[in-house]
């Protein structure tokens, strides 16, 4: 089973084991789909277990962000909120402590990295690979008291060239984890994630190696919980985005993942997925010309869609649902608010009394506005011959696209719930 | 309202066309911007310009090429060629029902290469000046004039790969274009894109109506006898950058699309607008008047490095101080204003570059960021990883520079500091103001610490490096590129 952690749901799917290569274009024998709120995982989890627990036994659970950028994943920062004891902590090579930060807008994110947990470690390693010093024995004791003193217990560390030559990562690594650290170095992200290709250089790598740490000190409750509920399955956390691992893409071909959050443009010669903007949970706001447009700002704060009773202004998703473009969706439907459909239509009417227009061709101008941008990036981004479309939401999200003057050829992965996108089972 | 939406739904339409592209405009061969968008505001009216100029050399039909990367025919700084393409689109306007006709365009589009910092008296001492230069046909770029471009001595290395580059991504948005334009529903005929700029322009208007209109006057000493005077003033809700007064540059040396370029970030930032769009419509709210020869409108073949360098940001800091008087809306504290830029020159050949970006102003809002520019959009700094396997030289640090900030209310970023040890011999090259006044705090918050560049012999002597010059460096020496940081807002009731 593979469980993936975005902002509001939780999205579970379960494939039967030997199945791995076949996952999108020819789905497995078994494979299951469900969506709820992650405040009650862990019974909302055993009931639907419990639906076919005589025919399938689950015997591992990858649990990690659906996110791709989750530097920016609001979950993330809910939760961090909601921790009391500290984040993850950062060792790095000594005079760099800063380099994460300078290099990612981290420092706009202080939910996610604290400067104060970054800590330099006197080491080197040159660029022909041969380490120049060592971290000694008194700076690693010292290193582990600051730690204690914090309160950390979960460590990333990222050290210069470890890519040539990772002794100076593993000598840390295994004094930390004696002392009962968990500890995530960055010459092994590329192993131990489940990227589709190889992180190149140092900022890219210290990234992902720091959100591994961070990820897996976030989700740590939530792991818990399942173990307690679950005490016979073996949970692994994984901190790359893994919907689509395993798709079978050909060369030619894109994956577009339309997730309830977000859409998602997956290639196989891309390290990363791209997420299409306006993000689906883009709220709309005025722009310079005092006109409405869904928000194309990387770092705004997403509070959700007013379908499933969050925030107050409308999101592409929003208007998707109450153009009755959203179709029969299993495990999203059933969340939607009763109520939040004239409460759509309401904010809808308030944005466009001013622009002089009325709500339905306020809804059919964001509309328009959204089926050419989604277009214009998919054209962008060079495709391919063919784009795939699957996930939660291809149905409205094919029709869309597909309308238009689209040179794209388009095909819709019929069954999306019966596909394993989160064909985790591969990473073995 | 009508026009506005229909404004709106055309500044997305071109806002979606380049988004990935970050220097790129798209003009009338009348001189009319539709888009601009750059890394900085020196590529406002600079990237339109370019086009301008070689349009009036060689009539640019659909698919006709020329390049130049020379300040005094419209370009920018001279490591970023701008290659020029004509465009002729098809178009009908559907609300007139009219019969379809041939309209032409420029589309300029530029590519940043590596700087190399010299100090030298003349421009064309200072690297390879490409005047406007025809380069042939998209379909059938002229590979003998390129060759000729890129194999001259002062050409820089990338330059070769950065106009295959530049000329693949033009014929992929010639391409394209058509495609988008039915998509989008959207034409660009005169029908539609004056009623466009004139949305653009009454929107603007709107916001400057909020600025006094009471003339006010500001000068600004960058070094002895080098003096911007300004005149500030505001009709009919537009407003007029007076330089009149301004003495000749000694070495900064600006020209006058870099400065009506200036003039128009500076007003969009102090009047906190969002979103604006670059073109003639928004453009027309800003006059600017300054003598031909003034360091402000200079003129070739005066030397562009510094100007490109450290004299942009002190000058458009200065605007934007001088905005702020106009109005409350909003008010900074100043940014670091040096990029503490220098060249190294190893035996081999080989050539390297680097800076500190500097942290930036508080304000009313917001503390400062770190390592950010007000004035230039950062495109992350290259891997450190990367750098080492090229060059003969190892990174010891690279971080945020402690304590150069303005403490405030609202504290200034903090700068980047680097210190960087020569593995081999080197020459390394500087080229700076002599700025006494640190990035300034404003409402009673505290200055913040100036750029420095120090270097470290062998030896343990250590030199500032100040004004301009170029050093012979021995294998093992350090050099510490320290950023200034940014002024405080507000005093701090703490302290």
Known sequence: MGISLSPTYFEAAVVKEGDKSKALLSPPEISKRILFPHAHLGPALKDWIGEFKDSVEISKVYIGPHDPAPQINSFFSSLSDQQNSSHAAFLTTLGFESWLEVNHHLSKLHTLLERDLVFGVSERTNARGEVTVEPSDEDIDFLISKLNLNGIKYVAIGFLHSDLNPSNELRLKEKLTAQGFKVWISSEINETSIASQITKDEKERFLQTFLAAQSSFLIQDSVKKLEEHFPSIEFIQVHRPFYARGMRILKNQCLLYAGVDGLYLISSDRASSIELSPKLWAPIEKNFFSTLEFSTSQSNFDSGPMSFGRSTQVTPFDLLYALKLLGDVPGVNDKIHERSLPRIQDVLRAEAKPLGINDDELSKLLLGQLQASWLTELIHNNVGNEVLVAGPLSSAIFKLLKSSLSPLKLKRVENWNDLSSLTVLESD | ?495
Request: proline share 6%; aromatic share 8%; charged share 20%.
């Open chain 2, 1 to 495: 309202m009508k026009s506005a939406l229909d404004a709106s739904h055309l500044h997305q339409f071109f806002h979606k066309l380049f988004t990935h592209l970050d220097r790129v405009s798209l003009s009338a061969p009348s001189g009319e911007i539709l888009y601009s968008k750059g890394l900085s505001s020196i590529d406002h009216f600079t990237l339109p310009q370019a086009g301008s100029v070689a349009n009036q050399f060689f009539n640019l039909g659909h698919g006709d090429l020329a390049i130049t990367n020379d300040p005094y025919s419209g370009s920018a700084e001279l490591w970023s060629p701008t290659l020029i393409m004509g465009l002729q689109l098809k178009t009908s306007s559907k609300a007139s029902r009219t019969r379809s006709v041939h309209q032409s365009f420029l589309l300029s589009y530029r590519k940043t290469l590596m700087p190399f910092v010299s100090a030298k008296d003349n421009i064309d001492s200072e690297g390879l000046r490409i005047p406007p230069t025809p380069l042939g046909q998209i379909s059938k770029p002229q590979t003998e004039t390129i060759d000729a471009i890129t194999s001259h001595p002062q050409a820089p290395k990338q330059l070769r790969s950065a106009i295959e580059d530049g000329l693949a991504e033009l014929e992929k948005v010639s391409q394209t274009l058509p495609l988008l334009l039915k998509i989008w529903e959207v034409d660009l005929t005169k029908g539609t894109t004056k009623p466009y700029l004139k949305a653009s322009e009454d929107s603007l208007k709107e916001l400057i109506a909020d600025l006094t209109s009471e003339e006010k006057k500001f000068s600004l000493e960058i070094e002895p006898g080098e003096v911007i005077r300004l005149k500030l003033s505001v009709k009919n809700d537009r407003v007029l950058f007076d330089f009149l007064g301004t003495t000749a540059g000694s070495r900064i040396f600006q020209t006058l699309p870099v400065t009506h370029g200036a003039c128009a970030e500076a007003l969009i930032k102090v009047l906190n607008a969002k979103q604006v769009p670059v073109n003639s419509g928004t453009l027309s709210c800003i006059e600017v008047l300054a003598p031909k020869g003034c360091l402000v409108n200079a003129d070739y073949p005066k030397p562009s490095n510094l100007t490109h360098l450290d004299g942009y940001y002190i000058f458009c800091d200065f605007l934007l101080k001088s905005l702020q008087q106009m109005t409350r809306r909003v008010q900074y504290a100043s940014s670091g204003t040096s990029r503490c830029a220098i060249s190294l020159q190893f035996s081999c050949g080989q050539i390297f570059y680097d800076s500190v970006p500097p942290g930036s102003g508080g304000t009313k809002e917001a503390s400062g960021a770190n390592g950010e520019s007000l004035w230039w959009k950062r495109s992350g700094s290259p891997s450190i990883e990367s750098i080492e396997k090229k060059f003969p030289l190892m990174y010891e640090a690279s971080t945020l520079r402690g304590n150069s900030y303005g403490s405030g209310l609202n504290p200034g970023g903090l700068g980047v500091a680097k210190s960087i040890r020569l593995l081999e011999p080197a020459t390394v090259y500087w080229n700076n103001l002599k700025i006494e006044k640190k990035p300034e705090g404003a409402d009673g918050g505290k200055a913040a610490l100036n750029g420095e560049i120090l270097v470290v012999h062998p030896s343990g002597e250590k030199v500032k490096l100040i004004d301009q010059g170029e050093m012979r460096l021995e294998k093992n020496t350090l050099i510490n590129l320290l950023g200034p940081g940014g002024g405080g807002f507000s005093s701090d009731p703490k302290v």
